[in-house]
């Protein structure tokens, strides 16, 4: 292999930015198929689509590229790491049928249940009409309404009540974005506790957890609004800490990757796992096949080793050969800025200002989500989730000040973000900080969460 790796990463979004990002910081030569107007600065953009396979096995093989690296969930499902792999072309990421674990939430259920994973009780049900007469005759209680496909994100809605439930399942019956997702309904019980994110490598046998993180889905400040992809992350989490991600990489990761072994599915990718942290431990909310977004962007601002090393030798199926990755201390803030209207439909092609002297402040990175070039050579949005500000600091309140101070050099007409990103967090510290002083008697520190956007 050259001194300096040719990568492939396959997506345009603000996950693929910042793949290519680090991977560059590693030493790489990156192409990025198709890209966006932020992954031109770190790599060459290569005008493929992520759904064209057969495409970009021309490009890889054309270009020498040593390693692809597939960001979104489509093209797994659709079988590209299969592709490539049928190709002898070196790739990350899960077969077609192991990423049936998060294409397929009935399939995810399944796995759970032969490795004994926690999880929240379901029924599903294949038409509308079956789903909307099990909502009806049962006790009036909160649920969650999933649709068994791929949505983007956006095929789950916790519902307090049966009204919300069954105008959950109308949606998904009626809404054009959901046709192929909602070919199966699944109804599960509503657990109650802080939800997390942890995020594992894995190439089949051996597992490398990555720092535990929380997502922000809801739209709006507290939680409030329809769930989107994801309108912002930090990490670490203090919810999960040392002891307890031992518990869930025992309990949870571990168990899942033999459970689809057993199936003879093996998994080999990115294994993550969206929790809720229940009264009764960790459960299983979903499993995705492939790094989150915004998570990837606050976690990868925090990686001090090589990316590159550790997806090249998970491909490989050599990661026990690999050190464990080394990590920045403390904490990273990713706050997506988005376009009015989502995560409904939203205009494009609006001039972004500011984006260099968001760029120019130290800790800050700008990730681009959903942009492209005028074709003056100006940058404007082509999407909802458009770019993804994310700051590393010595603290977490420190990391946050520093995003939404990026965020405020950023502007384009109907932009708008969350303003309250990572505060759960700061509000268990400051918890955990005055039950410590309760206990030793001495004065509470001053807050240092001065980072009101």
């Not at 499902?77 to 049928?86: L, N, Q, R």
């Not at 999880?119 to 969650?144: G, H, K, N, Q």
């Not at 120019?360 to 100006?378: K, L, M, N």
Request: aromatic share 6%.
């Amino acid at each position: 292999m050259p001194s300096s790796p040719r990568v492939l990463v396959v997506g345009a979004g603000g996950r693929e930015h910042a793949l290519a990002w680090k991977l560059a910081r590693d030493g790489a030569e990156v192409l990025i198929a198709p890209g966006n107007a932020g992954t031109a600065r770190v790599g060459e953009n290569i005008p493929v689509a992520a759904s064209d396979i057969p495409a970009l096995i021309r490009v890889a093989r054309e270009r020498g590229v040593d390693l692809t690296v597939v960001g979104p969930e489509a093209p797994l499902v659709a079988g590209i790491v299969d592709a490539f792999t049928a190709a002898g072309l070196a790739i990350f990421g899960p077969t077609a049928r192991a990423a049936q674990l998060e294409g397929s939430k009935l399939f995810c259920k399944q796995i759970l249940h032969r490795g004994d994973v926690p999880t929240a009780m379901f029924r599903e049900f294949r038409s509308i009409a079956a789903a909307r007469e099990f909502l009806t005759a049962r006790e009036d209680m909160p649920v969650v309404v999933k649709a068994d496909g791929l949505a983007a994100g956006k095929g789950v809605f916790v519902c307090d009540d049966r009204e919300a439930a069954l105008a959950a399942v109308e949606t998904l019956g009626s809404d054009p974005q959901f046709a192929a997702a909602a070919r199966g309904i699944l109804v599960e019980e509503r657990l109650d506790g802080m939800e997390v994110s942890v995020m594992a490598i894995t190439d089949g046998r051996t597992i490398v957890t990555l720092p535990p993180l929380q997502d922000h889905k809801a739209a709006y400040d507290g939680d409030e609004g329809p769930n989107t992809g994801g309108m912002g992350a930090y990490c670490p989490t203090p919810f999960v800490d040392a002891d307890l991600l031992a518990d869930i990489e025992a309990r949870i990761l571990v168990p899942t990757v033999h459970a689809m072994r057993r199936a003879k599915v093996p998994f080999q990718g990115v294994l993550y796992a969206g929790l809720m942290l229940t009264a009764q431990g960790p459960k299983v909310l979903e499993f995705n096949a492939r790094f989150g977004d915004p998570e990837c962007e606050a976690l990868l601002v925090r990686m001090e080793s090589s990316l590159f090393d550790l997806l090249s030798a998970a491909a490989a199926r050599r990661l026990d050969t690999v050190d464990p990755p080394a990590w920045r201390a403390g904490a990273s803030v990713t706050v997506v800025m988005a376009s009015e209207g989502y995560p409904g439909p939203v205009a494009k092609g609006r001039p972004i200002r500011g984006l260099d002297a968001a760029a120019a402040i130290p800790g800050v990175e700008v990730f681009h989500a959903a942009t492209r070039f005028d074709a003056d050579g100006s940058v404007v949005t082509d999407g909802g989730r458009t770019l993804a500000v994310t700051a590393v600091g010595d603290s977490l309140a420190r990391a946050k000040l520093l995003a939404y101070s990026g965020v405020r050099e950023i502007r384009w007409p109907g932009a708008w973000c969350r303003k309250d990103i990572s505060d759960k967090a700061t509000a268990f510290m400051l918890a955990a900080d005055r039950a410590a002083v309760a206990v030793g008697g001495a004065e509470p520190p001053p807050s240092t969460d001065g980072a009101s956007p």
